[in-house]
């Protein structure tokens, strides 16, 4: 992180979270954020039907609009759906969960509208179904990597090593599940982790988008640990 202010407000966001082992988690927040997800298969849905009950609005995409708009239309009125240009568009924030060998043409694609946007990054590189981008990925770390691929956007890693079977049910019991992100970016660490409660995980932010690199499956943060779990194993991973 080469700014400095950049590094303190970063530093507070984390002393925010990382000290909540004393707190107890937050409750759902009550005001409602448009969000964009891009990628509506079993992570966007799953999620995206947890925003909706917590409240926001939410609209989904992916290449399949007839598709998004059938999902959408059994989720009821703050449902909708676009083109992931659209969703971009609509989002305070936006989670983008498609397979990572397709982030090289979304990039592309979505362009300069990424700018300045907060992007819930939830892809996963795997090389054989991704190709060199995966291996790229898990060479030089996910979250760097994604900060590549999507070029502006204020990207938080997030739901990466957990299974989207259990996505739509945490918001059941809030706060016991734990959810390890990465970033470089304070405002964007906050709006995340505010949603990230309101679908029923408690965050942990464990540093910077170099952190990525362990929020992937097959790390020892994969699966699912209470809060305090990952603060012990992220402890135990600086220490190497
Ligand atoms: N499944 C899990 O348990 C899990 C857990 C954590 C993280 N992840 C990661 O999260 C990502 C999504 O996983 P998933 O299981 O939800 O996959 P999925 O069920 O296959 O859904 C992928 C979604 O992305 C859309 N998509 C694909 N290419 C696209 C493009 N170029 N532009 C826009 N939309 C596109 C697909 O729809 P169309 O093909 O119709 O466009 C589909 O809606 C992956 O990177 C995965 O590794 C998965």
């Known amino acids: 992180m080469k700014d400095r202010r950049q590094f303190i407000k970063l530093a507070t966001a984390s002393a925010v979270l990382l000290g909540t082992r004393n707190f107890p988690a937050l409750a759902a927040t009550a005001t409602s954020a448009p969000i964009g997800i891009i ?4 992570v966007g849905s799953a999620l ?7 409240g926001h609005e939410v609209m989904f995409s992916s ?13 009821g009125g703050k449902a909708r759906a676009g083109t992931p240009a659209e969703a971009l568009a609509f989002g305070d924030a936006v989670l983008i969960a498609v397979p990572y060998g397709a982030l090289p043409d979304l990039g592309q694609s979505l362009g300069a509208a990424l700018k300045g946007k907060v992007v819930i990054d939830a892809c996963n590189p795997f090389p054989a179904r991704d190709g060199d981008i995966a291996t790229e990925a898990r060479e030089k770390g996910a979250g760097v990597t994604s900060a590549k691929l999507l070029p502006g956007a204020r990207i938080v890693r997030a739901f990466n090593a957990i299974g989207a079977a259990r996505m739509g049910t945490a918001i059941d019991t ?10 470089d970016d304070a405002a964007a660490i906050a709006l995340a982790s505010r949603l990230i409660r309101d679908v029923g995980y408690e965050p942990v932010l464990i540093g910077g988008l170099d952190m990525g690199k362990y929020l992937m499956p097959g790390t020892p943060l994969a699966g699912e640990h209470t809060p305090d779990e ?11």
Do not use: H, T, Y
């Open 39 to 42: 990628g509506s298969g079993k």
């Open 48 to 54: 995206g039907r947890s925003w909706i009950r917590s």
């Open 63 to 75: 290449r399949n609009l007839e598709s998004d708009k059938a999902f959408a239309a059994e989720l």
């Open 174 to 183: 809030p706060g016991k599940v734990g959810m390890p992100i990465a970033s």
């Open 230 to 240: 990952i603060r012990d194993i992220v402890a135990k991973l600086k220490a190497q």
